[in-house]
């Protein structure tokens, strides 16, 4: 399963109709097998109060509507995103949405939902809603509900930390009574809850941020150990399947990619049998240069060079620059091989362990695994570090046909060897 979250207001001319045959073929190109749109539901715009000249996905003002400026002819919003589900279908993928629970618009209908009259962080664009007001719990599954009844097939929840366990757990268990394929994610950001919103709220999948996300960039920025990326995926043990790894999403910065297959993209990608998501323009590495924080706008109506030229190459054929086109085709192998059986059924086996003592091997900034299904295997090498590495990789014996390996890894790359 790999999920690629897109920006609908900043893809294209910005229109629900921009996501057609191209942009699909293109996704499907990546691997990918659920498209994420962020900022499809009605949020506050053009008021005193928003963010940006557009106001946040995640200001709510109106659960069971769609974003006016998302539609060609916005008084049949509604039918033209029935008519998007049903594309997004007919090309073999699946949609996913955001469902926002903690909190709504500043100037929402309090008389819809109890809500409390503050704000958590400095949301100061919203209000937080009251949970324990009666009818609370079937206002929102109702929410739920709506959008499921469109064929929307998962929901990526926002700041669950925040709303009570209780009613993710009645919700999901009620809601998969009637829709047994529907997935639900959780941006969940500490490490200790991680197995109660798997076993007790029931979620599929959870953000892995504050592991192997948090690991990663740490090595690439700070200075970490790839150790860490070994310790993460021991303590996860059980849960892992369950998680969801990314290198970018909306929250967070741009990720400083060189050109080719980065170390930090193939461990995300090929370490183990969790989805992995795609930020759009992260296949061909935008960089959010446009931005002061380095993160791609939410809160604005923007053309952003990257990502229009990324639009034209999926929908017209147009040309990316030579950069973007040498990224794109590293990028496009890690996540092809991740949609393979041999990653997404097979063993997984760190080699760490068994490479401590070899000469070339430097486990603060190697980290290195094997991927191996059927009569398939796959070596990943990822090095961190910012000289070449070079060396005969120690493999141990695991029950099948694994001949001896050379690596030579440029800097702030990683070899793939696959081996029939």
Known sequence: MTIYQLLPRLWGKGKLSDIKDGTFNHLKSLGVSHLWCTGIIRHATGE???????????AISDYYDVNPYLADSPEYRLAEFR???????DAGLKLIMDFVPNHVAKNYDSSKLPLFDWCDYDWTDTRKINYSADGAYEKMLDILRFWAEYGVDGFRCDMVELVPVDFFSWAIRTLKQD??????????????????????AGFDFLYDKSGLYDTLRGIVLSGGTARGITWNWQFLGDMQPHMLNFLE?????????ASGCSAA???????????????????????????????????????????QRLYSYAENGS??????????????????LAAEPVVTKGLIHDLCYCNESTPGFNPDRHFAFLRHYGESTVIVFCNFDSSPASLELNIPDLGFRCP??????ASGEAVIVKVS
Not at 179 to 200: G, M, S, T
Not at 249 to 257: M, S, W
């Open 83 to 89: 008519e998007f589900v049903s594309r997004v279908h």
């Open 265 to 307: 993209l193939a461990a995300s990608a090929l370490l183990n049998t969790a989805p992995f998501m795609i930020y759009f323009g992260e296949e061909i590495g935008v960089d959010a240069s446009e931005s002061d924080n380095k993160r791609t706008t939410i809160f604005n109506f923007a053309k952003i060079d990257g990502l």
């Open 48 to 58: 005193d109060f928003v963010k940006g000249d557009a106001g946040s996905p995640y």
């Open 404 to 409: 001896p390996t050379r690596i030579d890894a």
């Open 319 to 336: 040309k990316l620059t030579p950069a973007e086109k040498e990224y794109l085709d590293g990028f496009r192998f890690v996540t092809s």
């Open 179 to 200: 829709y047994p394929d529907l997935i639900f994610i959780a941006e969940v950001y500490e490490k200790c809850n991680y197995r109660r919103y798997i076993e007790e």
């Open 249 to 257: 999403n909306h929250d967070e910065e741009r990720f400083p990619f």
